[in-house]
């Protein structure tokens, strides 16, 4: 087993350079992060996965479950020292600053999302190796259509975290066709999800409620109830990610972005499903700065071009997601000490 001492990672007779290829997710204590680690484990085991974030140990939940390494993604050479001390063939690129707190803080949203995946991509082209990153609907703006938002359209952004998003696709583009990286991506929608609590996302509003429901039975939503988004559960989420890793190079057409899409609904039908299971659940909804960047955002996404491309096919809907979402929080909440209150269903 593995453990991060003092930044460095240690390991019990193993873990010479070259010894065995290996995988590293950066941003693995984010909300995909989190539940990519642990599919990835299942899938290679659990010590060809590393994950990385910038908190110097991995969370109490997950500590002794593999290795882990302290990784800010924009100091290369500790990245290359990674990448080289473990073997390792496949990056999955998750860390990055998300679209509100990106608002925020912008500067650093620039630095960590663009000069970060620069960072994974340069080093994947002098290695050889095969890198995943996640795009987003960020990437749209108001001059997109709303509705059925094409794979091919104008790409509007109007948040810094978006501007990163088409910059790096732009990016991620160029490495491939210029420079023969086989890096893959998809436009992620709303992820929701009960590993990882929301985590400075627009549409983590989505993921919030269902804390409201069940902590307090109250949830104040900062979009309007009738803010429509894409929405994905994050079982679909997970499988989108392995399936445009695992498809042949030459089934991939789409090198900047794909757009990727499970299910579309509004605030209100979100808390409306909630409380047919919930009974009393009250919503009141008080918008902030980002019911404008909702605005901006697709209502509904044409994702056909990864649907014939590598067979992408989700199989949560709005229903079944809040049915597994009210069955698994519950007994999350209780792992981590919070207090959860009665399920009435």
Known sequence: MMRSIGGSLVRA??????????????????????????????????????????????????????????LDVTDEARLREILDRHGVDTVYHLASLLSATGEQRPELCWEVNLLGLRNVLEAARQRGLRVFWPSSIAVFGPATPRAETPQTTLLDPRTMYGVTKVSGELLCRYYAERLDVDVRSVRFPGIVSYTAPPGGGTTDYAVAIFYGALQEGRYVCFVRPETRLPMMYMPDALRAVLGVMDAPAGAITIRTSYNLTAMSFSAEELAAEIRRRVPGFEVVYEPDYRQQIAESWPATIDDTRAREDWGWSP???????????????????????????PLHR
Do not use: K, W
Not at 45 to 58: F, K, M, N, T, W
């Open 315 to 341: 199989r949560f809907d709005l229903a079944a997601m809040v049915e597994d979402m009210l069955v698994h929080l519950p007994r999350q909440l209780a792992a981590r000490g919070e207090r959860a209150g």
């Open 13 to 70: 007779g193993r873990g010479q350079q070259g010894e065995m290829t290996s995988v590293l997710v950066t941003g693995a204590n984010g909300q995909i992060g989190t539940d990519l680690v642990a599919a990835l484990r299942a899938r290679h085991g659990a010590e060809r996965v590393i994950a990385s974030d910038l908190a110097p140990e991995p969370p109490a939940d997950v500590a002794d479950r593999g290795p882990y390494a302290r």
